[in-house]
């Protein structure tokens, strides 16, 4: 059972623009959530985390949301730009320090 | 920083063959992870160690096994390779109690 979902496979973008990137999840003992940044032939890199005890947390051009009511989080990536395209996977933290990951969205930028 | 290495970036086995994928970190840190990830299904955790010879079967343990006979290395067995196994495995570490993982590179295995 999925536990964490990207229910948009793919996104596409002009540069410049925004880029909202969606996850829901369905445990609400998650309490912590990481964002990882994937490019084709690499492992995922983290990008940026939030704990549950914050709403907002900032680094540079991306942000990332959360609304536990709803248990959704969102990335924000303002301006967009060609190489943030990549594969975006949200990540939740269980109890026993658990990862759980998203299906993943695909970005493309498009110049 | 640390580094994670998996020492194949591609591999192509036939069915039936027995598959090794190593991953080998250069860090102290306790757990090690292996996941295949797969178009639409993301990361899935196939099995997982906190420590020297301990293992734990993850999400989709099946056809798998894994060896952690020295801290730094964490090995995935396909038993038998069969083309469902045909996929994208990542392997990862982690600091225990720490923040988000490290990722290998990852080796494409194609089944054939």
């Known amino acids: 059972d999925q536990q964490v979902k990207q229910n948009s496979p793919s996104l596409s973008v002009q540069e410049g623009r925004i880029s909202i990137l969606n996850c829901d999840y369905t445990?609400?003992?998650?309490?912590?959530f990481l964002w990882y940044k994937k490019y084709p032939a690499e492992g995922p890199t983290f990008l940026i985390s939030?704990?549950?005890?914050?709403d907002k947390n900032e680094d540079g051009r991306f942000t990332v949301f959360l609304n536990k009511s709803a248990k959704h989080l969102s990335l924000h990536i303002v301006p967009s730009q060609p190489g943030d395209s990549a594969v975006y996977f949200c990540?939740?933290?269980?109890?026993?320090?658990?990862?759980?990951f998203g299906t993943g969205t695909s970005l493309t930028v498009i110049p | 920083d640390v580094k994670v290495t998996q020492s194949s970036r591609y591999l192509v086995k036939r069915t039936g063959e027995k598959v090794f994928l190593e991953c080998v970190q250069d860090?102290?840190?306790?757990?090690m992870f292996w996941y295949r990830q797969d178009p639409g299904l993301g990361l899935r955790l196939i099995y997982f160690?906190?420590?020297?010879?301990?293992?734990e079967k993850g999400d989709i343990p099946e056809g798998y096994s894994v060896s952690r006979e020295k801290k730094e290395r964490f090995s995935l067995i396909l038993e038998s390779a069969s083309t469902n196994q045909t996929s994208m495995y990542l392997c990862?570490?982690?600091?225990?109690?720490?923040?988000?993982?490290?990722f290998g590179s990852g080796t494409r295995l194609t089944v054939v």
């Open positions: 990540a939740a933290v269980g109890t026993g320090n658990q990862f759980y």
């Open positions: 445990n609400s003992m998650f309490d912590y």
């Open positions: 160690s906190y420590d020297v010879k301990m293992k």
């Open positions: 939030i704990s549950s005890i914050k």
């Open positions: 990862a570490t982690k600091l225990g109690g720490g923040d988000g993982y490290t």
């Open positions: 860090m102290d840190h306790e757990n």
